[in-house]
């Protein structure tokens, strides 16, 4: 090899960063609430006051059924119980005048029975002011079980007038929640059964969730790092954009069929940035490592006994095979960076481009090394 010319090579310093470990992932976006708006009671729809598509608020009028049958129907309840009022009053007069009665009837029946224990009233006379006093008992203890008649009358009627006013608020549907109105399924004019079909479907967009699944792996970072204080998590639809939200919720165990664990994070979504369905990138940051080595990752190649790096003697100008142990790697201002964890020192000089051509040993000459060093010194992003 001695003999060959040198092989024309480009190389980047390995150097000392302090870089961001984050975790990425694909998420999708998931309302916080969503609700099937159904009719609670049967009849016509009489007006629709919203439009499909429009955002609505908590406690707005969405669809009015016709209230006339059951404003009717309140009408009447309402007449038979002032009718059992009516009766209540008329029995507790009743009541009254047979407890007068009564005791007049049961005094004649005290002085008949005195006056025939002298024989003065006969036996004929004596019975007929006791039946007479028994009768009035009976007309007393007959009009208490009308007042109780009434009363029991007046309950029912309270019941089914409670009833029929609350079956008469729900034929104005109010929205449940502030939230985004889907497609209109029932148009003015139309009949609707009560708990049928749903009118309309409401869906929360603000705040609003994002789903992701974590690499088991970085289930205690993720844990160690909440616990100190609310995870920041970055949501991105489109280059460029971002939303940032926190970390809600952590499932309680691992899909066995994928190796990661399902988390949510929530976010204030007040411009409607994300849209419950969507796909989005998620990144969150965990903590800084300090001190790392770190490469561009084109200088890293895979070969049979795993991932190595071409290492340049600048004294011989040769390279040799170095193998490395690649932890992660990021985005930096300069491309993908590979964090290593052995293999390399800071300062020294790898192969980025012409990898190919190499051989343990072989001549190299450097072509453009200071612009591509440079490289290797991008900000890692997040930092």
Do not use: C
Not at 49 to 68: H, R, T, W
Not at 206 to 217: K, L, R, W
Request: net charge neutral; proline share 5%; glycine share 8%.
């Amino acid at each position: 090899m001695a003999n060959m010319p040198p092989t024309l090579v480009r190389t980047v310093t390995a150097n000392s960063a302090d870089v961001p470990l984050t975790l990425d992932a694909i998420g999708a976006v998931e309302t916080t609430a969503s609700v099937d708006v159904k009719s609670r009671v049967a009849g016509q729809v009489v007006r629709v006051d919203f439009a499909e598509g429009q955002n609505v608020s908590k406690g707005q009028l969405l669809f009015e059924i016709d209230p006339l049958p059951l404003q009717q129907q309140l009408a009447q309840i309402q007449a038979d119980l002032a009718k059992d009022r009516a009766l209540e009053q008329q029995a507790r007069a009743n009541v009254l005048r047979d407890q007068a009665t009564l005791k007049q009837s049961k005094a004649m029946a005290d002085r008949g029975m005195a006056l025939s224990k002298e024989g003065i009233y006969s036996r004929e006379q004596t019975e007929q002011v006791v039946a007479t006093a028994d009768s009035s008992q009976a007309s007393l203890e007959a009009d208490r079980a009308a007042v109780e008649s009434a009363t029991a009358s007046i309950q029912s009627d309270r019941a089914r007038l409670a009833q029929t006013q609350l079956q008469l608020g729900y034929t104005k549907i109010l929205a449940p929640i502030t939230g985004r109105a889907g497609a209109i399924a029932i148009k003015a004019g139309n009949l609707v059964k009560d708990n049928d079909v749903a009118l309309v479907t409401l869906l929360q967009m603000s705040p609003i969730y994002v789903s992701f699944g974590v690499p088991e792996q970085l289930l205690p970072d993720v844990q160690k790092f909440n616990a100190q204080h609310p995870l920041q998590v970055q949501a991105s639809s489109a280059p460029g954009t971002s939303t940032t939200g926190t970390l809600k919720f952590i499932d309680n165990s691992v899909d066995n069929t994928t190796g990661t664990i399902k988390m949510k994070a929530e976010f204030p979504n007040p411009a409607h940035a994300l849209w419950p369905g969507q796909f989005v990138n998620v990144t969150a940051r965990l903590n800084l490592e300090r001190n790392r080595i770190v490469v561009p990752s084109r200088a890293v190649q895979t070969g049979p006994q795993g991932k190595f790096v071409w290492v340049v003697d600048g004294s011989k100008n040769t390279v040799a095979m170095r193998p490395v142990d690649v932890l992660r790697t990021f985005q930096a201002s300069g491309g993908e960076q590979a964090v290593l964890g052995k293999g390399l020192s800071a300062g020294e000089q790898v192969v980025s481009e012409g990898q190919l051509r190499l051989a343990p040993g072989m001549k190299v000459e450097l072509q453009d090394t200071a612009v591509h060093t440079n490289e290797a010194k991008g900000t890692p992003s997040g930092v």
